[in-house]
């Protein structure tokens, strides 16, 4: 019962920073998330001001809220496959993607945001 409430604790608070940080790209950002409509403003607001990849940290919080909840090793791999596919991804492909897209304002940005584990208060740009 207990992991049952942890797990689906897991997964709301997840889905609520995939909801902010998908509405962010989408409102403060005018893209969204998908690669073929990517924001044209860069989203340094909100969730953004504490960590680089929030939307990244709330769908492996769903996932391994899932996995809790479920009990489920098969999640819990696709969890990890995900986060590790991540941390590849992110800075070799997308980070340079975005220097190239933002230039200077990306590259202060990405000095004084971290990009895994948020900062304890909100970065000032």
Do not use: C, H, Q
């Amino acid at each position: 019962m207990v992991l049952s409430v942890f797990g689906g604790i897991l997964v709301a608070l997840g889905s609520i920073v995939i909801y902010k940080t998908v509405a962010l790209f989408t409102s403060y950002g005018n893209g969204t998330p998908a690669p073929y409509d990517p924001p044209k403003k860069i989203v340094v607001s909100g969730l953004y001001r504490y960590v680089r990849n929030p939307m990244v940290i709330g769908v492996f919080f769903v996932l391994m809220g899932e996995t809790v909840f479920f009990k489920s090793y098969l999640i819990l791999g696709w969890g990890l496959f995900f986060m590790m596919a991540n941390l590849i991804y992110v800075p070799f492909f997308e980070e340079p993607e975005l220097l190239n897209r933002f230039g200077d304002t990306y590259s202060e940005y990405k000095k004084n945001v971290p990009r895994w584990f948020p900062l304890s208060v909100p970065w000032n740009s």
